[in-house]
C-alpha cells in the first residue's frame, strides 16, 4: 500500500486526450497518439481547462466595495453641488444689495439735482411765459400781470388802487405801444419794433394822495424776427438812473 503509486489526470500535450500519469515522472506516452510529452506540461494543461470550464462557479467577485465607492462619489458631488448653489445664491444676494447701494449712492442725488432743476425751470417758463408783480414801495398796490401772446407782450393792472398808471414811452426802447385799455383796470399791449436784439417796456406809477411816491417797472424782453419772445427780467426802481440799459 505503502508503494502504490498516486496517479493524476493530465492532457496529451499533442492530441488533448485525457490521461492519467505519475507525477514523479518527467515524461510520459499518450495511449491514443502514441506521442512523448512532458508530464508536468500535460498536468498543467488539465489544471487550466478545468480551472476555466468546469469551476467558473467558484469564482465569487466581491462588488460591495465598488458599490460603496461609487455611492460616496455620488453623494460627494451632490453635496458639492447644493454647496456651490448656495454660494451661488449668496453671491448673488450680494450682487443685488450691491446694486442696490450704488443706486441709492448715485440714483439719490441725481433725483435731486433734477428736481432742483425741474423747479429753477418752472420759474423761468413762468417768467417767459408770463407772471406777476408789485410795486414794493406801495403796501396796498396793485398787482401787475403781464405775459407774452403771439409776438406781443401784455401788462394787466385789475386794481389800480389808488394809484396812476401810465405806459412810459421815454425810457422804453426797441417797443411800442399799440393799445391801451381801462376797462376792469388796466390793460397795456406792447409790439417789438425791432427785428431782434433787446427791447425794454417800462410803467410809472405814482401814488395820487402823495405824488412824491413814485416808481418804475422795467420790462426787459427778448425780440427775435420781429416779435417778442419772451421776458428776459423784470425790475423795479424808484428813479429810472438807478437803471443801466
Known amino acids: 500500500m505503502g508503494d502504490e503509486v498516486k496517479m493524476v489526470p493530465a492532457l496529451c500535450t499533442q492530441c488533448g486526450g485525457k490521461l492519467t500519469v505519475d507525477p514523479i515522472q518527467e515524461t510520459a506516452e499518450c495511449p491514443f ?28 467577485i466581491d462588488m460591495s466595495g465598488t458599490v460603496h465607492t461609487v455611492l460616496d462619489f455620488v453623494g460627494k458631488q451632490m453635496s458639492e453641488s447644493r454647496e456651490m448653489r448656495k454660494e451661488l445664491r449668496k453671491q448673488q444676494k450680494e450682487d443685488e444689495k450691491e446694486y442696490f447701494n450704488r443706486f441709492v449712492k448715485i440714483g439719490i442725488p441725481f433725483f435731486i ?7 429753477i425751470m418752472v420759474v423761468v417758463l413762468n417768467r417767459i411765459d408770463g407772471g406777476e408783480a408789485s410795486t414794493s414801495d406801495t403796501e396796498e398796490a396793485s398787482t401787475v400781470n403781464y405775459d407774452v401772446e403771439r409776438g406781443r407782450f ?23 405801444l399799440d393799445s391801451t385799455k ?15 436784439g433787446m427791447g425794454y417796456a417800462v410803467l410809472h406809477w405814482q401814488d395820487e394822495d402823495d405824488p412824491e411816491r413814485e416808481g418804475y417797472m422795467i420790462y426787459e424782453l427778448d425780440i427775435e424776427d420781429n416779435e417778442i419772445s419772451y421776458v428776459i427780467t423784470t425790475t423795479e426802481v424808484s428813479d429810472m438812473s438807478e437803471f443801466h440799459f
Open 33 to 60: 497518439c502514441g506521442a512523448s510529452f512532458a508530464v508536468e506540461k500535460a498536468i498543467s494543461n488539465y489544471n487550466v481547462q478545468n480551472a476555466t470550464f468546469e469551476h467558473v462557479d467558484n469564482v465569487n
Open 154 to 176: 401784455y401788462i394787466d393792472i385789475p386794481n389800480p388802487a389808488g394809484y396812476i398808471w401810465e405806459f412810459d414811452e421815454f425810457h422804453s426802447s426797441g417797443v411800442n
Open 113 to 119: 439735482i433734477f428736481f432742483i432743476f425741474a423747479g
Open 182 to 196: 381801462e376797462k376792469n383796470g388796466l390793460h397795456y399791449e406792447v409790439s417789438a419794433d425791432q427785428s431782434f
